[in-house]
Each structure stands twice: as structure tokens, then as C-alpha cells.
């Protein structure tokens, strides 16, 4: 008789909390879901402090670099582009010096920790580490020196007439190779063996370009696949795709990030104006940045 | 309404089972194949049943449908590995979106018609014969829904006419005065519908409706034809699903054109979903030539 008249009483809280376990244990494909397991734990500390899951060498330069680069240049793109563009190889040493002379050493670490970074991002090439650091440490070391006279903007300028501006880009999806067994089943024939999207190749730029200018150019000229939306509350655009790998397609905490020079943005590509020789490096990730060393910049 | 059709006269079961099978396959199945032998059957059933009304019907409303779905696609899915263009907001407008997007009209299309026939046939009361035991209130209130419509129309078509016998008609005077005998006649027929709703609920109500043990007549009962027809829906929905398991409809789209080699095995799961999407066609056509046998030869 109770339960005849109750029937739905415990009928429904029932079939709810049955609902509510296979969806938690069927819901998400990133790795180890399913409940709270050993190998997730650590990630979402690192994706807060940044730095315990990169290798130790490259740890301390990571956390230095944002702190160091960070606040100039997304404070004040402008003048940075007005005054320092000058030579092709003067944009870190230059912004460091005109915000403080104190930024300066800091600027130091980070340009020679770039090999490490980039050695640690993209372990499965082999080949291009050797391009990049050629592109960046060179220069910087050089140029050091003069750096320190706060007066160093005024011989630039007529050096900035005769030489275009550069940066250089890379896509890579290595990442996507140690997490096939996320990766949606359609999608696996179209990841590259080495996981290079596109080498890095010097792109010339206009003043005032920003980096989704870049990034579009340089996908264009190279016939890749890029697919990108705006997104009104941050004004910027977000890159949803590119040469048909989408966010999401690796597990569910999978998606493109972008460093430049080796320091992850917190922000969308829209909003970063190119300075002369930036390293902008495209980088898949299948764990929230943290795989790639960014997690920081993801929050 | 009557049933014209061989299918129609089958038992309810078979009609139900036939069109819960068909409507999923066609929503599942993106074989570009598959999709046009349902389109195809769909609308050859669709003008079997109603003539030129369905023909109206494709040609009017099916038709703009398909093109829009068919450009609309390609404006809002950029991926695919060939890229034909660049659309003017920058994203790459790529073969593969054309085509799935011209894949998926089909499959809407299709789909629609299938329910207009499942309309014509599945009436009411079958309906509420099939579900009213396990679904009482369910199958009382999808019938009403289902009834209320064609009601509607031709109440609103008694009242126009009737209002236009006193001058006050949507289709005479200025725009202003259209405008509002339009609001008069839509009023009315708020008024008409909420108090007819009442009605009919308390009418209902009062004769049992919607009450568990309450039983309907109907005159519905298996016979031999209806066994082999469900022997036959059983047969080809166990046959289908073993091919869809094994991927014997596979089509991909994204990120490039892919789908299962055609050989003689695949092929005959493709045939036997195209005997399953004509099985009404023939059964009527099959009654419909004995029939005439049989008047020829009195």
C-alpha cells in the first residue's frame, strides 16, 4: 500500500542519482576521468603554479619570463611600436630597458633559457631548435651592452626605413603524439608523423599588425586550414582550428596556444601587436598548457 | 480519415515499427546513398498517399529548405581539407563543407517528408490504441495536440468567411484596416481555443480519459499479412543494424571525404535498406494490381 502511493517518491530520486553517476563516470574523455585519479591531481597544480610539471632546468627561466615580459609589453604595445621597433634585432633589450633598468637581468635569463623551453615544448623534433635560438639569443647577447643608455631609441631610426619588419612562426601538434588514444579517430590521419604543422618561417609584418594578422597571413601563404571566431567580450579572435586540428579533438582539455618568444600571453592573439623579431610558436596542447609549459598563462 | 492505402490497413504495430525504423535511419545514416533512396521513397510514398498535394508541398516549401540548408552549412562549418576559397570574414570555405552541407539537406528533407507520411498514416486513433495502455495521459494529450491543429484551421476559416459576410474580412480595405480585422478574426480564435480546450478537457474528464483501467475498442488484429510484415521489418532491422555496427554505412565528411569500399557485401545492406524505404510502395502496388486482377475478372 506505501508503496503503491510513494512508488514515485523513490522511483525518481533513484533514477536521478543513476543519471548523475553514468554521466559522471561517462561524461568527459580527458584522461584518467572517471573520478579524481593519481594522474590528474598533479596537472591542475601545475596549471596554477605554473611551474612544478616543466622540467626543473626550465622552471625558474619560466617563471621569471612572464613576470619580466609580461608587464611590458601588454600595457603599452603602442609605444613600444612607435619608438623601439628600430633594428630587427633590439625588441627585448629595448622594451626591458625603457620600462626600468631593472628588468634588464631578467630579460637576460630568459633569452638563453629559450633553447631549453623550446627543447622542452617540442621534444620530438629533432631539427629545429637549432633555428630558433639562432634567431633569438644571438642578437640579444649583442645588444646587451647598449641596452643600459636609457637613450638607446634615437640612432635606431634610420635603420627602421631600409629593413622590413619580421617575425618568425611555427604550428606544431607534437603534443597530440603522446595522447593518440585521446585523439578523435577522424582526425588521427591528419596529425603529421613529426607533429610539425609549419616549420618556423619568417613572416614579414606592417607596424601595428597583431598577431592574428600574422597568424593568418602565414596560414594563408602556406595553404593550411585555419579557422578562427570572434569573440566580442575579450575583442579578440580565438583560434578555434588550425590545418583542421580543433580544439577539443584531443580530450577535452585539449586546444592552440600561442607563445611569444617563449612566454605564453594570458590573453587572445588579437590583442598582442608584433614587435620586430618575435618567435611566435603555435603549440597544440592536450592539458591545458601545462603540457607545453603555459599552463600559467591559462590560469 | 480514411485509409486509402494497403500499408495504412496494416496493424498498428507494423505501421508504428515501420516508421520508428525508417525515421531513425534516415537521421543516422549519411551515406549520401542511403540518403537519397530515402529522400526518393519518401517522396514517391508521400505522392502515393496524397498526389499533388505532396508534390505542392515539396516543390513550395522542401525545396528553398534544401538550398538554405545547403548555403547555410558552408557559412558556419569551416573544416575540410580542401579549400576552394576564403569567405569574407576570413574563414576557409572548403569542398567538404559544400558537400556536407548539401548531404545534410537531403537528410532534412528527408526526414520531413517521412513525417508527413507518418501523419497520414499514423492516425490518432492508432496511435492511442498502441499507447494508451502504457502511457494513458501521454497518448491522450499527443492525440489532442495532434487533433487541435487541423480543428484550428478550419474554425479559422468558418469565422473569416463568417466575417466576411459583414465586410470585416483580412482580404478587403487599406493595410491598417486588414491589419486589424486580422487581429479580430486571431482574437477570436484565442478566445475559441482556450474555451474549446476547457471544453473538451472537462468533457473528457467526465467520460474517463486519461484514467488507467479505462479500455478503448478498436477492431485491430494481427493477421497472416501483418505477421509477415513484421517478420519482415524484424528481419530487415536485424540485417541493418549488424551492417551499421559494422560500418557498412560509414560516410565521413570531416576532415576529408572517407567512407566504406563498395562491395558486393555492403551492397546488399544498401539493398536491403532500399527494399525496407519502398516496403509500403510495393505492398500497395502489389494490392493495388490484385485488386484489378480481381475486377477484371468478374
Known sequence: MWWKKNKFKVIVPVLIVAVLVVAFYFGGDHRGSGSWGTDTSPSPAAGTETVPE????????????????????????????????????????????????????????????????????????????????????????????????????????????????TCTLSISCATILDNMELCDPDKREIIPSDGWILGPVTVEFEEGESAFDVLQRATREHGIHFEYSFSPFYNSAYVEG????????????????????????????SGYAVKDGDVFKWLYTCDLGADIGGGYAVG | MKNRDAFSGCHPVVNFLYFAMVLVFAMCFLHPVCLG???????????YLKGGKAVRFAVLYMLPMMVLAAVLNPAFNHGGVTILAYLPDGNPLTLESILYGLDSAVLLVGVIVWFTCFNEVM????????????????????????????????????ISQSQKCIGRDASTGSVWQRLRNGATILSIMVTWALENAIESADSMKSRGYGLPGRTAFSIYRIDERDKHMLLWLGFCGVYIISGWITGAFYWRFIPSIKHVEITPFTLSFMLVYLLLCLTPLILNVKEDNTWKRLRSGI
Open chain 1, 242 to 269: 588550425i590545418a583542421n586540428i580543433y580544439e577539443f579533438d584531443v580530450g577535452e582539455l585539449s586546444g592552440w596556444m600561442y607563445s611569444v618568444n617563449d612566454w605564453f600571453p594570458g590573453f587572445g592573439l
Open chain 1, 54 to 165: 616543466t622540467t626543473a632546468s626550465a622552471s625558474p627561466s619560466a617563471s621569471a619570463s612572464p613576470a619580466a615580459s609580461a608587464s611590458p609589453s601588454p600595457e603599452k604595445p603602442v609605444p613600444e611600436q612607435s619608438s623601439a621597433p628600430a633594428a630587427s634585432r633590439t625588441p627585448e633589450p629595448s622594451a626591458a630597458a625603457s620600462s626600468s633598468p631593472s628588468v634588464s637581468p631578467s630579460a637576460s635569463p630568459e633569452a638563453s633559457e629559450t633553447p631549453e623551453a623550446s627543447a622542452s615544448a617540442e621534444p620530438s623534433a629533432s631539427a629545429e631548435p637549432s633555428v630558433e635560438p639562432s634567431v633569438e639569443p644571438s642578437p640579444s647577447p649583442s645588444e646587451m651592452p647598449p641596452v643600459s643608455p636609457s637613450e638607446e631609441p634615437e640612432p635606431t631610426p634610420p635603420e627602421q626605413e631600409e629593413h622590413k619588419l
Open chain 2, 37 to 47: 533512396m530515402s529522400l526518393v521513397s519518401a517522396l514517391a510514398y508521400s505522392i
Open chain 2, 123 to 158: 492516425t490518432s486513433d492508432k496511435f492511442v490504441y498502441l499507447f494508451g495502455r502504457i502511457i494513458p495521459a501521454l497518448s491522450l494529450v499527443i492525440s489532442m495536440t495532434l487533433r487541435f491543429v487541423p480543428r484550428f484551421v478550419e474554425q479559422t476559416r468558418t
